[in-house]
C-alpha cells in the first residue's frame, strides 16, 4: 500500500477488528514492515466517534512520543482509547482522559 501511494506509514482502522499498519522503507522502529493489532476488549456501546478518538490518540502519542519509540506503542494507545470511547454514549464525553487509559492498561 505504501509503495503504491508513496505515503511513509498508512493506518487504517478497521472497527471490531482492531486496525492495520503498513510501512514503507522505514518501519519507524517496529520489526514488521505491516501488521493488524486486535481490538481490546470491551463492552462497546456507542461507536460514535471511535475513529476520532483513535486519530486523535495517535497523533498525540506521536507528538509526545521520545526519539527511538516504537510506531506501534503509539498505535497500541490509540487501540486502546478507541476501545474505551465506546463504552460510554457520545463522543466528546466518552473520550478517556490519559489517566484513565493508563489506570486501565498500566504504562
Do not use: K, W
Not at 505504501?2 to 505515503?7: H, L
Amino acid at each position: 500500500l505504501c509503495r503504491t501511494t508513496g505515503v511513509p506509514t498508512v493506518v487504517i482502522t478497521l472497527g471490531e477488528h482492531g486496525c492495520f499498519v503498513s510501512h514503507g522503507r522505514d518501519h519507524r522502529g517496529d520489526d514488521q514492515p505491516y501488521y493488524r493489532l486486535p481490538p481490546e476488549a470491551v463492552r462497546a456501546i456507542d461507536t460514535t466517534g471511535a475513529g476520532d478518538a483513535f486519530s486523535g490518540a495517535l497523533a498525540a502519542a506521536l507528538a509526545f512520543a521520545e526519539a527511538g519509540t516504537p510506531f506501534r506503542d503509539a498505535v497500541i494507545h490509540a487501540n486502546r482509547v478507541a476501545a474505551m470511547s465506546t463504552e460510554t454514549l457520545g463522543t466528546a464525553p466518552a473520550m478517556p482522559t490519559l489517566a484513565q487509559v493508563r489506570a486501565r492498561f498500566g504504562r
